[in-house]
């Protein structure tokens, strides 16, 4: 079994939040295509490794395939919280 996400780099993202240098907003993309937030992977941990870990055992939406950076989608929001995802150049809606 290969995974598509290496389980460093989702804890790497985990932990710092924002891509180093430059202080990027990151966020995390799941298998069935959706974007996740930082926070929520935080809080739904245990979900998120044993689908990224097991994915023929579990959940699409909750296994990681990518780290990524929000440049400049405004409307990129969390698919589990429905939050805005944060961006590095976009101008807030708030």
């Known amino acids: 079994m290969k995974m598509l996400c290496d389980m460093q780099t989702i804890k790497q993202a985990l932990r710092d939040k924002y891509a180093w240098p430059g202080g990027y907003p990151l966020y995390l993309v ?4 959706e ?3 930082i926070d929520a992977a935080r809080d739904c941990w245990r979900q998120v490794c044993h689908a990224t ?3 023929e055992y579990h959940d699409r939406q909750w296994q990681i395939t990518g780290v ?3 440049w ?3 409307n990129l929001y969390c698919a589990h919280t429905g939050k805005r995802i944060e961006s590095a150049y976009a101008e807030d809606d708030a």
């Open 68 to 70: 990524d950076v929000n």
């Open 30 to 33: 799941t298998a069935d295509g």
């Open 72 to 74: 400049e989608d405004p």
């Open 53 to 55: 870990m097991f994915p």
């Open 35 to 37: 974007a996740l937030s």
